[in-house]
């Protein structure tokens, strides 16, 4: 710095051996008003060099050109189009900006093209041209991230570069130090408009071209369901995510165990990709902390589904989760942790890991805990999983903001107890984990329970909107040769990828009776139908084969396809070659592509007797019937008569309201009593529900759409009533404890008797001095190995109010797990602060509760009488404190137990009148516990509320207006199609055996009148069971006939057909 060369070089013959140099200062200001570096005389030096590499710069010659230059020598151009003074001259790159990067000369050059052609054709330049890229990129919000160190490269030892050797320095990364580099990236960069992806895209469905267009939609609702997305990992930088390799997220190990995934589902460390031996669940990883005080609800669970399915991949692997509380409190949810414990010995340790280290020798990771005994424990593992947290997009709050929606301290969407579904914006309804971190059962509920409050808000308006497809007239193919049409799909590289299409589709040309073969990218591109309705015209074909991925999602679409071509939509058949083939097989190209054309065969030879099917159209009694008079039942039955169906309610009791009349405040302080009178005012007032008190359901038959029932009062008159749907709303009840001395005396209650003495400003044992409660009293046993969900918050709930009358008292909650899922973990804070006091037991160490009297004699302390009654006498509780490591001693006043929930006596006699199922615990039995939560397998029968489980009252709304939500999708038709795949029974072969009575799982078959059995259309599932199981053959599933299943089963086994 501040040293200039002179021109010529110190030389020894025709050997450069060094450079003049002459030290320079700063002068006297120039024209430019900057100081002008000038040489000091005398000030010549030499720098010894072996050889000289001059940089020279770069300046245009720009004399001979007539345009505009700048001030520095570069031409002047529009920054837009790059046109210069002169028509029909552009400039870009170094000549323009000056000496830059080549992705700038690049762009210039694109620029510059579309400016020559617009020019060329007479087009403004200007107008309509590609979207100006952002001027600057916005910082990206750190909060959250934890820094991550960059990989070092690796580099050639410098003994090699010394001697030589021309390869490059940088020996680049490992595949696994460079997915680890990649994922420091923050994705702060915008699109360079290289314009790559356009290119790569088989579907061209990138097109760079595309402005931004502003559309108005004029609606009468919306909701809400954004979804969260997970806790970046590095909010615990103690746990190394990033730093060490084999530390993953529990999401990212979710995709190792899927058929899909990196894996393929074999469980493998990213570090050395072997199987691992020793895994590590750690729990609560960004959340239920001090910056997120909730339970993100779902992660014990996932944990546990992971470990399981991860030893079932590797079955030498021992899975160990380090948790702070099992939060297994949806239905069957704790059946399914016991069962991991017992059966797939997976270890659970209570405890708050405090580090994790790396052996850098082996990869293996060291966890440092603290045992339950108290002792400081190392142990190793070959991998750990991070049980990731959920919360909100970023981008939710701008949405809030153009929505005009509340959000809370966390930015999940503000709702209210009896209105779990609304938002703060009249209008605007929520449904998923937008509202509060839940599991998939949940989210399904709430999605249609804001469906039905959208269906209460839009009733007068309902059909207005629907544009019904008309079909041209069903070609008669009944007579005719099989003319069988194969469309291949390549699926971009999905299928392509693994399988060799154009051989399958080669392979199917030959195949008997298929007249049209065609290979396309996407077949189910909306390009691709028209070309199957063409070639359907073109070739008269009658039977179409799409050879692609799953009938699952893509059935419906492709027989709506055929349909519009006027061929009947089953003479479709489907082969599965993407998940069968390319999906499984990735690794044996060969042995997918033959197994490809397996399939495809299978699929011919079956689709050659496919016959045309037909349904009929059946009336819909659109009225509903809701059994159950208590807040599920009102709230099911409200919003079924706003959404204009009538319903008729039937109550057992002589009044409405179930389990909420005992229910007298909430955890945030709401008055159920209150909302209780105004829902039943509203139920009994509105001119569609006709409520039934006192009154019972005596029988039932028919079928969805159009059922029959006789409803009984107390005076034992017979009313019919014919409807639609039924949906059951029976509730549970609180058991009755057979321990700890509960009934002995009026200082050991339940939770339930203890709130309504709370409630009642006249009750003598409002203010105790000491309160004992004993959590899980008759539940997660083997009697009853379910959790009844609300114990946990219903006992924080009494203690907080025990504490608002007098804070002086002592409230001490004995617990199993502490079980306050998404935000009522805020009361679980709140409690402690209140100087709650909670000590754990576990099941084999349970609380003794003795009553007694002591007296001294001779000396000694002996126990005088044992008797509860006794007021004088003393209640104490013994339990095991796992902190202390001893057993305490608690005085209490009162003792208060929670009880287990139990359905409902009346569950049993009910549920075979529906012909509907019970769990092993005796509540109804839903038709698939994730995806259809609340539809019974009967068609047409929804339940809800404590019917179905236990649960609160936000989540018993929620539950209710969701059973609404899907029986209104039966009541809002005017018809069922009934028919197509349903079976049939040829009554001339029925020799009444009763086999397929017996068997049906939807009581479906019947005897009729000619003594023959028979299947009702409407009824029928297609399940196929009584088919298989007739011992006359005398049922046939339509669709599934014997012949058309034995085609496919002799394809396969074709010897000669390759």
């Not at 806790?231 to 529990?250: D, K, L, M």
């Not at 008569?641 to 109550?651: C, I, N, R």
């Not at 009844?788 to 804070?807: D, G, T, V, Y």
């Not at 709304?957 to 029974?985: E, F, M, N, P």
Request: aromatic fraction near 6%; proline fraction near 5%; hydrophobic fraction near 35%.
């Amino acid at each position: 710095i501040g040293k200039e060369p002179t021109p010529n070089p110190s030389q020894e013959g025709n050997r450069v051996v060094g450079v003049k140099c002459i030290r320079m200062e700063l002068g006297e200001p120039d024209s430019s008003g900057r100081k002008k570096p000038v040489p000091i005389k005398g000030s010549e030096f030499v720098i010894d060099v072996d050889i000289v590499i001059p940089a020279i710069g770069q300046a245009s010659d720009l004399s001979w050109l007539r345009i505009n230059s700048t001030k520095w020598g570069t031409i002047e151009v529009d920054p837009e189009t790059l046109s210069a003074s002169h028509e029909g001259i552009f400039a870009g790159g170094d000549a323009v900006t000056g000496p830059a990067f080549v992705v700038d000369a690049i762009k210039a050059g694109h620029v510059a093209a579309e400016s020559i052609d617009r020019y060329l054709r007479g087009i403004d330049l200007k107008h309509g041209r590609r979207k100006k890229l952002a001027d600057a990129v916005k910082d990206v919000p750190l909060d959250g991230i934890g820094k991550m160190p960059r990989q070092k490269m690796p580099e050639m030892d410098v003994k090699k570069r010394i001697d030589g050797c021309s390869a490059e320095v940088a020996l680049g990364f490992t595949e696994d130090a460079a997915r680890a580099e990649a994922q420091r990236c923050l994705s702060c960069g915008i699109c360079s408009e290289c314009y790559e992806c356009e290119r790569v895209c088989q579907a061209k469905a990138v097109d760079h071209t595309q402005t931004e267009q502003i559309e108005e939609i004029v609606v009468g609702g919306i909701v809400l369901a954004s979804g969260v997305e997970t806790i970046p990992p590095q909010v615990r930088e103690e746990y190394g995510y990033g730093y060490y390799p084999n530390v993953v997220t529990s999401l990212e190990f979710e995709r190792y165990l899927s058929a899909s995934g990196p894996t393929t589902g074999h469980v493998a460390r990213p570090s050395d990709h072997k199987e691992p031996r020793k895994v590590a669940w750690i729990q609560c990883v960004g959340s239920r902390d001090e910056e997120r005080k909730y339970c993100s609800s779902v992660c014990c669970m996932y944990a546990t589904k992971e470990a399981i399915i991860a030893k079932e991949h590797a079955k030498g692997l021992e899975p160990t989760i380090f948790f702070m509380d099992i939060r297994a409190f949806g239905k069957g949810f704790d059946s399914y942790y016991e069962r991991a414990k017992n059966e797939y010995g997976v270890r659970y340790v209570r405890c708050m890991v405090s580090t994790v280290k790396e052996d850098p020798a082996t990869n293996n990771l060291i966890i440092l805990y603290v045992s339950s005994s108290g002792e400081l424990i190392e142990e190793e593992f070959d991998m750990v999983v991070l049980s990731v947290g959920l919360k909100p997009s970023p981008k939710i709050k701008e949405l809030a903001d153009k929505l005009g929606v509340n959000l809370n301290q966390y930015g999940f969407c503000t709702t209210a107890v009896t209105t779990p579904i609304n938002t703060s914006k009249p209008g605007i309804f929520v449904c998923g984990a937008s509202s509060e971190p839940k599991d998939i059962p949940e989210t399904v509920m709430q999605a249609s329970g804001a469906a039905a409050c959208i269906g209460e808000l839009l009733f007068d308006v309902r059909g207005k909107e629907i544009i019904h497809k008309n079909y041209p007239p069903e070609l008669d193919v009944s007579n005719q040769e099989p003319r069988v049409g194969v469309f291949v799909c390549r699926c971009g590289i999905n299928i392509a990828g693994v399988v060799d299409v154009p051989g399958v589709a080669g392979y199917a040309s030959s195949l008997p009776g298929v007249v049209c073969v065609e290979e396309k990218i996407y077949v189910c591109s909306q390009d691709s139908q028209g070309l199957i309705q063409e070639k359907i015209r073109e070739h008269n074909l009658n039977r179409v084969v799409v050879a692609s991925c799953t009938p699952r999602t893509h059935e419906r679409l492709f027989q709506d396809t055929i349909q519009e071509a006027g061929l009947n939509k089953y003479l479709f058949e489907m082969a599965n070659v993407r998940d069968q083939c390319s999906w499984v097989h990735q690794g044996s190209p060969q042995a997918a592509t033959e197994k490809a054309k397996e399939l495809v065969r299978m699929a011919v030879a079956r689709a050659a007797l496919l016959e045309p099917l037909y349904t009929t159209k059946m009336n819909v009694t659109r009225r509903a019937l809701v059994i159950g008079g208590g807040l599920s039942g009102m709230t099911a039955a409200l919003s079924l008569a706003e959404q204009g169906f009538d319903v008729e309610l039937v109550e057992r009791e002589a009044q409405l309201g179930g389990n909420l009349k005992a229910l007298h405040f909430t955890l945030n302080g709401f008055d159920p009593q209150e909302h209780l009178r105004q829902l039943v005012n509203e139920v009994k007032n509105h001119s569609l529900i006709k409520v039934h008190l006192a009154s019972e359901v005596v029988s039932v038959s028919g079928h969805v759409g159009h059922f029959e029932s006789r409803i009984a009062n107390c005076e034992l008159r017979i009313e019919e009533i014919k409807h639609g749907v039924v949906i059951v709303a029976t509730g549970g009840v609180e058991s009755k404890p057979v321990e700890y001395l509960y009934g002995q005396g009026e200082r050991v209650i339940t939770q339930r008797e203890l709130e309504e003495n709370l409630a009642d400003p006249r009750s003598a044992i409002r203010d105790p001095r000491s309160v004992v409660m004993i959590q899980c009293v008759g539940s997660r046993d083997e009697q009853r190995p379910y959790c009844s969900r609300i114990c946990c918050s219903q006992a924080i709930k009494n203690a907080l109010k025990l504490k608002e009358i007098n804070p002086e008292t002592k409230v001490y909650i004995l617990y199993r797990d502490i079980r306050t899922y998404g935000f009522r973990e805020e009361y679980y804070y709140k409690a402690r602060e209140a100087g709650v006091v909670f000590i754990r037991y576990d099941v084999d160490k349970k609380p003794e509760v003795r009553s007694q009297k002591w007296k001294m004699e001779s000396g000694k302390w002996k126990v005088e009488s044992q008797n509860l009654s006794e007021p004088r006498n003393q209640l104490e509780v013994e339990v095991f404190d796992p902190i202390l490591g001893m057993n305490v001693v608690l005085s209490a006043d009162m003792l208060v137990l929670a009880p287990a929930i139990v359905s409902y006596p009346e569950n049993e006699r009910l549920a075979p009148l529906l012909k509907v199922t019970l769990n092993q615990d005796r509540f109804f039995l839903e038709a698939h516990m994730k995806l259809r939560p609340v539809d019974f397998a009967t068609e047409g029968m929804f339940l809800c509320g404590l019917a179905h489980s236990p649960k609160d009252i936000s989540e018993s709304i929620v539950q209710s207006l969701s059973a609404a939500g899907r029986a209104a999708t039966i009541l809002a038709k005017d018809y069922l199609d009934v028919g197509g795949v349903v079976s049939w029974i040829d009554q001339n072969k029925c020799v009444v055996c009763l086999t397929c009575i017996r068997m049906c799982p939807y009581d479906v078959p019947f005897i009729n009148n000619n003594g023959a059995a028979e299947i009702e259309p409407a009824k029928c599932q297609g399940c196929g069971i009584c088919a298989s199981e007739c011992p006359a053959k005398a049922i046939e599933l339509m669709h599934y006939k014997d012949n058309q299943v034995m085609a496919k089963v002799d394809a396969m086994f074709c010897e000669g057909c390759n």
